[in-house]
């Protein structure tokens, strides 16, 4: 019962549910209003719901005339009172943005912050951290008209400008806060303390929304937080407040392309009707999932009828003049990418502009500290700034990087900060420290070269060969995208050191798409540097390439020829063998399998004359590979016994390296043939034996998931069901790792069957 004597918008409410026999779920059900809703309202939390609600559950009641007057009229006065309870237009909530898109999860983060339960003096705190342009005022000020009703006392917004260069202060928001929420500006105390003080008891009797919008920093914030109760305080920010302790933290990521594209066809309106879906798609992709960028494309759009969209992406598409088309009015998307870099200190700016010349499209500290010319420590503090101000994004392994748009403001930062003189420098000391990087990496893996010289302070974070295979993969996109700097620059040296100290590393690495790029790479800085030798060097690697299945054989024998009439001309023996070694691989693919024992003969004479035991044996592997595939599985046992007994043999002048890597494949070579001969006990551990040494060597390729699933089939065979069934499981992932899709769900499918 209200003050007045008068019973409340609730209890009437509750009656009529109850005279109906109803229960809340039910009444829910009927009307479309959410239970939850429903609670609020009885229980006195939503005083004075909309007209069109009350309509909504006087007819789900079928209230006659007087029960739906009575109903309508008392929440009008619910909705007076809670009008005058405070300052008519201080902190009022922003107007909604009517084509609103997406963010169902997030919708609903803040929907259980609403609804959850808080300890005692502990107020319930949502902060919403995230980037320049990713929505996070626009997503607030939705969810809070979507909540509003679940805060019958009132929903306050205040911007606290905390990318100006004077955000509000403390003392400046408590004031205007205090206003909204009643306080004569007589009874404002005047020390922080006492006002907020005074806040959190306000807060603890009423149920508010407090949404503080633009926070600077936890200092800003932490005396407008509530102290308890049901009164709940939302925060969106640039800055990752990590001070603030016992907040419900959410970070807004960029929306996906569905979303992106669903967004600006709401901004566009009917003129979307006019524009083709595919056209559509591609202006969301290159505005990188950010609402920002996708309002101000759209408006761009809407405000010129006339303008082609088609067009409109073909200029986004051009990387040196995308940043500029994000303009519309006063919306420009470089201006909040600004704000964000205004509050970075000198040292910071440096680093974050440098940042852009980096090939890749992640980095580490090591490489931020080449690029920045700054000591590790400080490459640290720099990149912890740029993640607190969301100019950056970084994830749990160590590695961060630029969003699209936000990489091409660094460049253009970059342009018109830094000297043409600089931004050269700049860019050959990054080139040239992830080539020499890349180049050692590489030599980790090269008989004759094992542990690398690592006298070079810079390039000291290889100290093994497992982290030199991490670093190779990873950073592949910056080395590669080095080289092709390095080749554009002229410096060719650089760049077929690269190129060379790659070929034993790409064994390992079997299937990256990348080597094709590298060698071709390398092939050219070898022709500019007059060097026919190191050309046809490059050019049987290419040929190499192609033999991979699936392989192109017409490929394989173009360059292997090519390799061959450069390396007879300049009597580079070696490569004169490995050509015909390669041609081999081309009409093994061909199934041209007598011409092929012919070449790879051809090819492990001219080893044996030169005194090149290694590849002499992989010659002599080759050729019993051709009688593998010709069928002749006893003829090729036979050789691969010899093979491996050569491996396995101290004396046998071998490179240990070529040893190591050469074994395993011996053995499920050995593994196949006793299969094809029907001796499954033996064939089974050989191939064990051979794919657990691939493990060892992080080597899994096409080789390896073919014996998987021949070592899976002779489990089945032999009943050993678990053993099969596990083994069809990782004969699908490496299936799957390399690209083979076919194979991949072929051996799920078996690996199902022997569940």
Partial sequence: MEETGRPSFGEVLRGHRRAAQLTLERLAEVSGVSARTLSDMERGRSKGPQA????????????????????????????????WARRGGLCELPRIVEDFTGRAEELIWLSELVYA????GVGVVGLITGSAGLGKTTFAVRAAHTVRPSFPDGVLFLDLFGMSQRPVTADDALRQLLRALGVADQQIPGDLQERASLYRSLLRDKRVLVVLDNAASEEQVRPLLPGGGTSRALITTRRLLAGLEGVRRLVLGPLQVPESTELLTGILGERSAHDEKSTLTRLAELCGGLPLALRIIGNRLLSRPDWDAAQLAARLADEGRRLEQFKAGDLKIATAFGLSYEQLA????????????????DFDAALTAVAGGTPIADAWDALDELVDLGLLQD??????????????????????????????????????????????????????????????????????????DGWLRVNVDNWLGAMRAAAGSGRHSLALDCAESMHWFSDRWLHSPHW???????????????????????????AWVHSVPPGDPEAVLRFATEARELATRCDATAQIAWSHEYTADALLLLGRHDEAIVSSSRAAEIFQAIGDIDSYVQSNAAITRCLFDDGRYAEALERYLELLAVLDDPGSGMTPSVVVHSRPLALLRIGSCLRHLGRRTEAITALIEGIDLVDKLRASDYRQADALETLATLLADEGRSDESHRAYGRAAQVFASIGDAAASSRCRAMETATA
């Fill in 516 to 542: 094709e790029e590298v060698f071709t790479l390398g092939a050219e800085a070898a022709a500019a540097l007059g060097d026919p030798a190191q050309q046809a060097t490059q050019l049987n690697y290419l």
């Fill in 346 to 361: 000198d040292s910071t700016r440096q680093v974050f502009r440098s940042l852009a010349v980096v090939p890749g499209r």
């Fill in 395 to 468: 994830s749990t392994d160590g590695r961060y990087r630029f969003h699209d748009l936000v990489r091409l403001f660094a460049r253009d930062r970059l342009l018109e900060e830094e000297s043409e003189a600089g931004r050269q420098a700049l860019t050959d000391r990054v080139t040239s420290w992830l080539l020499r990087t890349a180049t050692l990496s590489g030599r980790w893996f090269e008989p004759g070269y094992g542990r690398p010289d690592l006298s070079d302070p810079d390039l000291t974070v290889l100290n093994s060969e497992e982290e030199a």
């Fill in 117 to 120: 339960e808080s300890s005692p």
């Fill in 52 to 83: 069109r609600t009350v309509t909504a559950l006087a007819d789900a009641l079928k209230l006659d005339d007087s029960g739906r007057e009575r109903l309508i009229e008392l929440a009008r006065d619910g909705r007076l009172r809670d009008h």
